[in-house]
């Protein structure tokens, strides 16, 4: 009886536990929140609705504008995504499924390691390596060809929206590749041979079977490698070239909302100061809008998953 009560104790300690941990996370939250709207009204007094849709930033007639920063970040991630959930996603289906197990590990390693480099290193290596390359190899020719349409309409500089997002692919692969390859590694192997053992071909069986049961899975993976494309500062500052319009070519320079924070933050004082804050606000609702969204979205994908749609 007398261990039956402790261990009754032990419980309640550990549920009064979780719940202040819990809380303490909260209140985290919501003070950054506070603290972000605070520093950021004076800005909104002055501008309201209008930041959102304004694309002005000028630090001397004290006119701001959000409108560049949030089309960068936007433009920038997904184009990071478009690019980095294919490769991620054939590549885990080829280490899970196709590589020799003496290419596993050291492919698994490699991926663990790009994930580890520091943003300031990806983003040397975009200046002195990927911008040029891109430049000569990429830009150029297609602006001579292709000119003609907006997407690759020219002059080519070099830092580029492109090079931002391929950048971006680049650092969020490791993220995407790691979660696939643990969501793969949950299909049963059972029925894998079955969808084999009926003459199916290997594709067949990772269309079918893979596809019924990680699309959820990769899917949230896709939206892990979005989060932290949204949030990445000194890379993307690194490439992007930092100018605050809004073009619809890709090889055109772009602004992002982490870069302009970065970038002005020290120097910033009054309006100015408010107006970055503002915009720190409003990245984090961004990606607090995308999360969600996503959950919502994943959840959908899961209950048809589960009824087998």
């Known amino acids: 009886m007398a261990a039956r009560s402790g261990n009754i104790s032990r419980d309640l300690a550990f549920e009064k536990a979780s719940a202040f941990f819990a809380s303490v996370v909260l209140f985290l939250a919501v003070l950054l929140f506070a603290v972000l709207l605070r520093e950021s009204l004076p800005a909104l007094r002055k501008f309201g609705g209008s930041f959102l849709v304004t ?30 959930v294919p490769l991620s996603v054939g590549a885990a289906i080829f280490i899970n499924e196709f590589a020799p197990p003496w290419l596993k590990a050291p492919v698994s390693l490699l991926a663990e390691l790009l994930a580890a480099i520091p943003s300031v290193i990806y983003g040397l290596w975009g200046i002195f390596v990927l911008v040029p390359i891109l430049r000569d190899w990429f830009m150029k020719p297609l602006t001579n060809s292709l000119g003609w349409i907006p997407l690759f309409k020219g002059p080519v500089y070099g830092p580029s ?23 793969l590694a949950t299909v049963p192997q059972r029925q894998k041979e079955a969808v084999l053992s009926l003459g199916g071909t290997r594709w067949e069986m990772i269309r079918i079977v893979i596809g019924q049961h990680c699309l959820p899975g990769i899917f949230g993976a896709a939206i892990l490698g979005l989060g932290r494309a949204l949030g990445e500062t000194m890379a993307v500052t690194m490439v992007i070239g930092n100018r605050p319009e809004i073009f619809t070519s890709l090889f055109q320079q772009g602004y992002s909302m982490a870069a302009v924070i970065a970038n002005e933050f020290a120097e910033a004082g009054g309006l100015q100061l408010s107006s970055l804050v503002l915009i720190g606000l409003l990245l984090m609702l961004v990606t607090l809008v995308v999360n969600l969204a996503a959950k919502g979205i994943l959840s959908k994908m899961v209950a048809r998953a589960s009824r087998g749609i």
């Open 161 to 183: 929206m492109l090079a931002a997002g391929v950048l971006l692919a680049i650092m969020i692969i490791p993220f995407i590749l790691s979660v696939s390859r643990e969501v």
């Open 55 to 84: 694309g002005t930033w000028d630090p001397v007639l004290e006119q701001f504008g959000a409108l560049p920063f949030i089309f960068g970040t936007v433009v920038s991630s997904f184009l990071a995504l478009l690019i980095a």
